[in-house]
């Protein structure tokens, strides 16, 4: 049996659903993706069964798709117009239709830079990564048409998937080696082209930063698989390029993409399933999530323990809305930790980081309006055409972002997050070209006061080195004090001492006592808690009843019982009174951190415990910048002046 014989016959036993529903879409969809998998369990005859195979398993075509994949993509081209007739109505060939493959078996399955370049040359392979840059789409002819000018014998010439054009050697027509050629572009043929920058994920890059370039064409352009800032799996031939020189550069031809979006499916394995059963049977989840964050920090207090729970609550999340009418409702809140040098900012915002599901991490010190959002430029990447560049909200999409030293940024780069935090889009505008790129992302800032420490003498707001605006896009806003008592001196240093020492034992094998060990590892480690993160992300809480009031009064309590001059500005319209105002955005941070307290617990409804874990949150954070209502359920009665709450 010939091997287009074999694809015909593979495509009739095993994939003719598939190629009823392409003919139905056709020609709106012109690609048939073939599931690897399905295509090995046929060849060992185990169609029915969920067996995952790998290459060690198979022979024969499923083999040869992974080894020589041009070749079986163009037999298997050629066997599907063949089978349409036979398992469908449609007689007439599928002309535009083309084959492309998914599910690849997990020996053909790397991250950007984690494969052999050796070794998977010319191979079919599935890369992981995100897509940091992507060009415009434009024309590339496929086949271009010559006409010899001297005798008018043509030529069609298949084109290379970029690069060059390639034209003909010589005419046949009058036997001219050095013949002349026209090209006919009305008579060639054309189809879009794009090209993409992937690279590895930010959560797991170490170091440099690897990418490589892939070659996209004709409907794989221009959608939303391929928008900068996007997680992909791009199943598509390496290609080693040549250079001049022994050594040879590499790209990827495209063959699909397949759009990574973390699910509860990542975390099914029975370590996280463990995890998740026990977390969530806690009589408080919240406590043990708590008491697993950052072990090697040492919390001086409540106030240390207040931080903590805000930043697992903010790992967990609202739930994002948008409603018929097009009101968006974010869930993704947004932290601020500012904080004299030394108290651990970096070391909390590092731990969130490295337990969120997805995220990615910068530091505020040169970083720029494009590094933060993104950019549309023109570099060696496009040839000198414009390409589209993400930036750390837009790589962080659907995770968390995390910007330390925040204070180091300049205001006028600091102003691009102004609008981004809020919308959770990035609109980027330059020579007439525009994007919007998608940014729904949990930002967890860290900084520094202006001067390095805290001067009781000032304004929160004079302490912050850059405009109001941008800080009243936080949910919360946490000051963290450098530790005065010598008690609490003591006990720091002691955990610093400890940590240190655990470090190094547990570097030399020697064994740790379980004392020890809690310096190093939490009761459970960062893969176990974002398994967690994941499970209660499935949840979607709403309030009911006597919570829905409670939060309401709760509201219209702090707004009245504030100062004067916080009372201005319910709307989100532009403030021109004091510094940092009281506004409806305070409700709105009410209703994100108890939908995350909610989903902590696995629950469907806000209930009143709830709101009483994020009271005094958010009464922490107005005392923090000097805001202090009356009857503060977080510090108890106070006055309503910035110096009575040690600012």
Excluded at 427 to 447: C, F, I, Q, S
């Amino acid at each position: 049996m010939s091997r287009q014989q074999q694809c015909e016959q593979v495509l009739r036993e095993a994939f003719a659903d598939d190629i009823r529903a392409l003919v139905d879409e056709y020609p709106e969809t012109r690609r048939l993706t073939l599931d690897w998998q399905r295509l090995a369990r046929w060849e060992i005859d185990a169609l029915g069964s969920d067996v995952e195979c790998d290459l060690d398993d198979v022979r024969g075509l499923a083999s040869d798709v992974i080894a020589r994949p041009e070749s079986l993509r163009e037999t298997f081209a050629d066997a599907l117009n063949d089978v349409v007739p036979t398992v469908t109505e449609r007689e007439r060939p599928l002309g535009q239709a083309h084959v492309a493959f998914e599910n690849l078996p997990e020996s053909a399955t790397f991250t950007v830079g984690g494969y052999s370049p050796s070794e998977q040359a010319e191979r079919l392979f599935a890369l992981e990564g995100q897509i940091t840059k992507r060009t415009e789409v434009k024309p590339r002819v496929e086949e271009a048409v010559f006409e010899c000018q001297r005798c008018g014998t043509r030529a069609r010439i298949p084109q290379p998937p970029f690069g060059s054009i390639r034209e003909p050697q010589g005419c046949r027509g009058c036997d001219d080696p050095s013949a002349y050629f026209f090209h006919k572009r009305s008579e060639s043929e054309f189809e879009d082209y794009q090209k993409i920058r992937l690279q590895q994920p930010p959560e797991d890059a170490r170091g440099d930063t690897e990418n490589i370039d892939v070659h996209l064409a004709d409907d794989l352009t221009g959608t939303d698989r391929v928008e900068s800032g996007g997680r992909v799996t791009v199943i598509g031939r390496h290609r080693p390029l040549f250079t001049g020189e022994v050594v040879f550069d590499e790209c990827v031809i495209g063959n699909e993409v397949v759009p990574d979006e973390p699910t509860i499916a990542d975390y099914q394995d029975e370590r996280h399933q463990q995890a998740v059963e026990e977390i969530g049977a806690a009589d408080d989840p919240v406590s043990v999530l708590c008491g697993a964050f950052a072990p090697n920090f040492e919390a001086a207090g409540d106030r240390d323990q207040q931080v903590i729970e805000a930043l697992v609550l903010q790992l967990i999340g609202g739930w994002t809305r948008t409603t018929d009418d097009g009101a968006h409702h974010r869930g993704e809140p947004h932290v601020f930790l500012l904080g004299d040098p030394g108290v651990g900012k970096t070391v909390l915002a590092r731990a969130a980081y490295e337990i969120a599901p997805r995220g990615a991490f910068t530091d505020g010190t040169g970083s720029s309006a494009a590094g933060l959002t993104a950019a549309i430029e023109k570099d060696d990447f496009s040839d000198g055409q414009w390409s589209i560049s993400a930036g750390t909200l837009v790589r962080a999409h659907g995770g968390l972002a995390v910007v330390d030293e925040l204070d180091k940024g300049d205001n006028s780069d600091l102003d691009a997050l102004h609008t981004a935090l809020e919308s959770q889009e990035v609109h980027v505008n330059k020579a007439g070209k525009h994007a919007t790129l998608p940014a729904e992302t949990a930002l967890l800032a860290a900084g520094n006061p202006t001067g390095g420490h805290f001067d009781p003498t000032k304004e929160f707001a004079e302490q912050v080195g850059f405009q109001s605006p941008l800080l009243s896009r936080f949910d919360l806003i946490l000051r963290m004090q450098a530790r005065e008592q010598r008690e609490l001196i003591v006990r720091v240093a002691e955990q610093m001492i400890s940590a240190r020492k655990a470090a190094g034992k547990l570097a030399r094998g020697e064994e740790l006592t379980d004392e020890e060990r809690v310096f190093v590892e939490g009761e459970y480690d960062s893969d176990q808690l974002a398994a967690y993160i994941a499970h209660a992300q499935e949840y979607r809480p709403v309030p009911r009843g006597d919570v829905e009031d409670e939060m309401a009064q709760w509201f219209a309590d702090l707004k009245t019982s504030l100062p004067e001059r916080y009372q201005d500005a319910m709307g989100d319209s532009e403030y021109d009174g004091p510094p940092l105002p009281v506004t409806a955005r305070k409700l709105d941070a009410m209703q994100r951190f108890a939908e995350a307290a909610a989903r902590a617990r696995l629950d469907d409804t806000i209930r009143m415990c709830d709101v009483e874990r994020v009271k005094p949150l958010i009464e922490r954070s107005l005392a923090d910048i000097g805001i202090a209502p009356a009857n503060n359920s977080a510090f108890g009665a106070v006055e309503a002046t910035a110096s009575e709450v040690g600012l």
